[in-house]
């Protein structure tokens, strides 16, 4: 079966939301939508960034987890307290393989958890003291760490600590930035706008640090904004940038250091991979600084091409003629990979529903391998999300927003994908279901997939898992109905 035709694809949309009360159906008819590539703007056709249905299984995360566990938890060798109850810094830490480079525990701070371990009596008398207590022995224990941030879980907010106050007056004591980061979980309805928060704060406490003195620059300084080095993607991309005569001055969050952010007002681009998560700051500092920005994508061969010449378009012939010299060097390795992989997955159907930018940048190289995305939607988007999946997705494409549980596993079951890629809370459920699937939020213990070694693996991932001959050992629930059917007609 190939994709889904425009009416095919209608009528399943129909199907799925019958299931619902009438409430609930025409709410979830908002965010469900067949993909029309002439439109110019999603909003007349699909709702984002909106309350989930209670009662729905969501695939969301909390502002804590778009602040700590994406935008400050990376940076190396910062400390970022999870101020509340031990839950959460527990559950963020160590969870999304963001690479980096140093000795943990002496210089590097990244997989560690340090949580203010809200007990009762805090929600009762307030958890200011401890908090300036656990900063002091902080500093003691950890006294080559370069600032601290103070993420703040949901009984912060609703118990009213004043962390700013508990900040400033740190910071002077320990004379380095002590950043409060207001992302209780409760506020906004994703980890989306715990993004903006994260950027806010970058904005209000670390860019006014910036010293123009402080850093030699150069006409080629350039900032990787939005890359969290997963699986050491931060890395294969910069391979790329530098091997094309660019200077990266700085990186964040992925393997990034303070200095490296208070630095970042000096290039002459900023390089934004995941939108979502950083296009706030890159914004800022476009107004205040005016730093140009640009979103660039590094996944597949066919992307990474035209991302090195937008990139190389912002510089001299010097430049130019670097990226043309990068395309070319890699394309026999290109070559090679697409003739030895893209037989074994000429055609194969990709259903994904991830978060950030994956449900459109990855397209490209699931399209250099032969394959096919019939489907594919986003976990927090924003409407301009939207406006750039259009043009990436075929006419026809299924394309939902923020999708239930049940959604899903209907249209797996009408599409009837070869691979599934999406988060590890739907991974063991199409496991079950007998669906070959990729964990697309951290590489499933692979990586990195960006860049041109990365799409190496990408591709030797791809194939070992629509190809590996476990898959037949499981049987999803149509078939066994079909096969059930198929018996009692015999």
Known sequence: MTQLTREEAQ??????????PEKAK???????????????????????NRK??????????????????????PIKDMISISHGPIGCGQYSRAGRRAYYVGTTGVDTFGDMCFTSDFQEKDIV??????????????????????????QSECPIGLIGDDIEAVSKKMAAQIDKPVVPVRCEGFRGVSQSLGHHIANDSVRDWILPRYDSKKLESTPYDVAILGDYNIGGDAWASRILLEEMGLRVVAQWSGDGTLAEMENTPSVKINL?????SMNYIARHMEEKFGIPWLEYNFFGPTKIAESL???????DDRIKEGAERVIEKYTPMMNAVIAKYKPRLQGKKVLLYVGGLRPRHVVGAYEDLGMEVVGTGYEFAHND??????????????????????????????????LIGSGIKEKYVFHKMGVPFRQMHSWD???????????????RDMDMTVNNPCWKMLVPPWRKQAAEELKKAA
């Open 11 to 20: 009528a399943l949309i129909q199907e799925v939301l019958e299931v619902y």
């Open 26 to 48: 025409k709410d979830r008819a908002k965010h469900l939508m067949v993909n029309d590539k002439t439109l110019e703007s999603s909003k007349k056709c699909i709702t984002s």
């Open 52 to 73: 989930s249905l209670p009662g729905v299984m969501t695939m969301r995360g909390c502002a804590y987890a778009g602040s700590k566990g994406v935008v400050w938890g």
């Open 309 to 315: 010449r937008a990139i190389a378009a912002h510089f």
């Open 272 to 276: 934004l991979h995941c939108y979502r």
């Open 445 to 459: 213990y692979s990586g990195p997939y960006h860049g041109y070694d990365g799409f190496a693996i990408f591709a």
């Open 125 to 150: 008398f307030g958890g200011d003291k401890k908090l300036a207590k656990l900063i002091e022995e902080i500093e003691m224990l950890f006294p080559l760490n370069k600032g601290i941030s103070v």
């Open 385 to 418: 999300d939207y406006d750039r999946t259009i043009k990436e997705m075929k006419d026809a494409t299924l394309i939902y927003d923020d999708a239930t549980g049940y959604e899903l596993e209907k249209f797996v079951e009408a599409t009837k994908p070869d």
